[in-house]
């Protein structure tokens, strides 16, 4: 499928490899590219890219991924506009790490996981990308009806294309119980999409990046990276967002691949 003159949803669009996914986007010819973030500056970002472009592709939306009525808003702006959105790349994500179990070394009790937490995390990286999704399918597929379309044909070409935001953490690692599980997760929801979506003509896969330099990991405590990650990376550095948005475009654009892409620059989780 060609991104040129599609219509796209990027959460998580102000920064890291949400806005890289943009930037990219709106390179290869994105009709619109609707940037979705909670952050006041994806105003500003999508100001930058709409910088000399006509047209003015980037579509800045404000508000929280889990809100349902927000959800609901963005797609009705966007399909009054453009009738179909072709592109969702939900990549709104957060981490709360630590250990799944820890003792108390004063009195021996058990501490587990907050439950909260969890629930926190599950809604915003699981929960979040499979309803923004669907309701792109949702659309698609009235879209169709309203058009006397019923079951998509080769023929028609490929109408649309999700790709889920994994991570390598969804083989499991130390100290992210809900995040490694949030990740896992998406692999069997792109995997049941897809047997379903291709109905409509859409298409649903998963990159699962190594570890990205972006905001979030900057944040890590000093000497974590070079202690912990870079030592087991073939590849020596971290990997840049604008790679990753490369990943994406191939996954988008190229309708005979499916399944899970594997982006990790040679790390993946140690054991000890």
């Known amino acids: ?34 940037m979705v973030d909670t952050s006041d500056s994806v105003l500003e970002a999508a100001e930058r890219l709409n910088e000399n472009k006509s047209g003015k592709p980037a579509r800045p939306y404000k508000g929280d991924v889990t809100d349902v009525e927000f959800r609901k808003q963005v797609f009705d702006d966007l399909c009054g506009n453009f009738d179909i959105v072709n592109i969702c790349v939900p990549a709104a994500g957060i981490f709360r790490d630590r250990m799944a179990v820890k003792i108390d070394k004063e009195t021996g009790e058990a501490n587990m996981y907050p439950l909260d937490t969890f629930r926190m995390v599950l809604e915003v990286n699981l929960i979040h990308p499979i309803y923004w999704s669907m309701e792109m399918v949702a659309r698609l597929a009235q879209y169709r009806h309203r058009n006397g379309l019923k079951k998509w044909h080769p023929d028609e070409l490929i109408q649309g294309s999700i790709v889920f935001i994994g991570s390598v953490a969804s083989q499991g690692n130390k100290g992210q119980i809900s995040y490694s599980t949030t990740k896992a997760g998406l692999e069997g929801a792109a995997t049941t999409l897809m047997k379903e979506s291709m109905y409509h003509g859409v298409r649903t896969a998963v990159i699962h990046p190594g570890f990205v330099d972006t905001p979030i990991l900057q944040g890590m405590p000093e000497g974590y990276v070079d202690n912990y990650i870079l030592p087991d990376t073939q ?8 790679e990753i948005a490369d990943a994406i475009c191939f996954l988008i654009t190229n309708s005979a691949v499916s399944g899970e892409l594997w982006v990790d620059a040679g790390w993946h989780p140690s054991a000890s």
């Open 1 to 34: 499928m060609l991104i040129n003159d599609k219509v796209a949803v990027v959460t998580g669009a102000a920064s890291g490899i949400g806005m890289a996914v943009c930037e990219e986007l709106v390179t290869r010819g994105a009709l619109a590219v609707a």
């Open 235 to 242: 590849l020596g550095r971290l990997i840049k967002p604008q």
